[in-house]
């Protein structure tokens, strides 16, 4: 195999650095790139980074650097031409061929590039010459002056069939033909493709001319014209001006993704030289990583008539299996019938900024989608609707953000149908015996019973059954921070009936939330007080009982808040451990062998591990004192 530079540089340029490394290395945000302890060496602080837009990592503890090539063979230990195979794979490429046909195509791929060039030099002369006089009147027309036509290399192609294949003759018929400049017909002669259109030339990332978009002058149909698939043109992956929006992305700390190549030039010119588009497409995946790679919530704006707003949902489908922590989507909806050139021009720069600065949020594009989708007053349709949210969720490849997404949309549901309140039951005063899961009536006063469990999770911990001290510190600490109420909504409305009183002190809590979004400690205990539960929530707020930071009332905000985010993963995950480890141990008695042995000690390590979590948020006795 012959792999030229060329090839290595788009392979690595396809290649997401840090998603592969994550595949085996727990790595962390750490501003525009990412850390981790070092996978080449035993250590306990990360010195081990991972930076994207470069395409390497590093570590400054044992000097380990490289590329995705060098990854692949130095941590994964595959030979060069296997990890580049396994590269190639992923990156959806394929490998060259045999030594002389793979240097006849790199060859041809570089006379391709200059003819590319030498293309776009043709166009620009033609626009600032005689031919070019009805082209720059479009441009004065537009708003675009000269300057910004020749920093995005605009041009002139002649209404004529035959005058850039004269001007390219030396490359041939059929380069250009591959290049996309000409077009062949079978039993005719190839001629030229675009003819009297402005032409707005299309570039990698590296700044290279690889193919051409042309809007007509004057009447006729297309209006707009871009260049064929070719041997450099991939429009599915090729994103317009990312070569000359990186830099400005990485001083503004966003991209803003528009419709087309005529709006990022009117933004550019008003400022915004942040901005990129696709290539007459809907947004791919491919676009959408080169987008991540750059801002963790890249801004897609598109205009508000009916085809804007479809592809900007076609754009949040297509983006929910890759949703990670911290890594989605913001919409910018444009007023009906402007697009961003004619707001700058209308209202200027601050109009546009104001609407940035107004972006919906990927889930509140798609809450708002379902809910017009169709009529919502039978429980068929209502049911429609939470058929619909739950597979929009499921689609979502991360668990943490899968859950997150399932938790909002239920919580959104429960809002928009009138059940954000419910009726509680006081605690048992006497006799100790757990309360009686209660139904209650709808509007129409038709009884409804108690909603079942959701989940398997759910089974699992009333199996398991919570443990009463953490499950009170949770509780206490959701109190003294009820804005985490609605980060672990799914979690904590699957804890109803759990554990007797405490169970309905959990569901008292989320209907809390439900009931007011905006809540602060005093409002959650005037609630709960109406409900019969004020003695309770004002015993568990007592913190010399509850060792834990989130149960302080001078505790540091950000620690106490994670501190509670890890109480509560190690109070949902422990009953589901030792449900497991018991049915374990039960087959081990039953028939001890090695698979059953094996599975009780990866539990039994589950369980210490989840011990030690919880034993690392436990404030020291000297910390007790000081409250």
Known sequence: ??????????????TLLSGLIAKTTKLQKAGREFRACCPFHNEKTPSFY?????GFYHCFGCGAHGDAIRWMTDQRGLPFIDAVKELVQAAGMEMPEQDRRSAEKAERAKGLHEAMEDAAKFFIDKLNGIEGAEARAVLKKRGISDETARAFGMGFSPDSRGKLKEALKSYGDPMLVEAGLLISVEKKD????????????????????????????????????NSPETPLFDKGRTLYNLDRAQA?????????????????????????SEAVAPLGTAMTEHQLERLWRIADIPLLCFDGDSAGQKAALRAAHRAMPMLEPGRSLAF???????????????QGPQAFEALLGKARPLVDLLWDSEVAAEPLDTPEQRAGLKRR?????GAIGDANVKHEYLAEFRARTDTHFGRGQRNFESPPQRGGAAPIARGKRDKRGNWLPP???????????????????????????LIRHPAEIARHMEVLGS?????????????????VALEDRQLDQGKVLTILARSGFDQMASELLRADTLPFSFTRPQAEEKKAREDLNEAIAVMVARPAVDAALAEATAAMLERFDDAAFARQTALLRQRQELETRLANLMLADDENLED
């Open 1 to 14: 195999m012959s792999l030229t530079p060329a090839f290595l540089d788009e392979l690595r340029a396809r």
């Open 50 to 54: 991972v930076n994207d837009d470069k």
């Open 190 to 225: 190839p001629y030229d493709r675009f003819r009297g259109r402005l032409m707005i030339p299309i570039r990698d990332v590296r700044g290279r001319t690889i193919a051409f978009g042309g809007r007509i002058i004057g009447e006729g149909e297309p209006k707009y014209l």
């Open 248 to 272: 400005a992305a990485r001083k503004t700390g966003r991209i803003i993704a528009v419709e087309g190549y005529m709006d990022v030039i009117a933004l550019a010119q008003a400022g915004f």
């Open 332 to 346: 910018v909806t444009l007023p009906d019938g402007l697009d961003p050139d004619d707001l700058v021009r209308a």
């Open 389 to 393: 949210l739950g597979e929009l969720a």
């Open 451 to 477: 909603e079942p469990p959701l989940t398997q999770q759910t089974r699992s911990l009333q199996a398991g059954g919570l443990d009463p001290i953490l499950a009170k510190a949770v509780l206490a600490g």
């Open 495 to 511: 804890l109803r009936g759990a554990s007797g009183a405490l169970g309905k002190l959990f569901e008292a809590v989320v209907d």
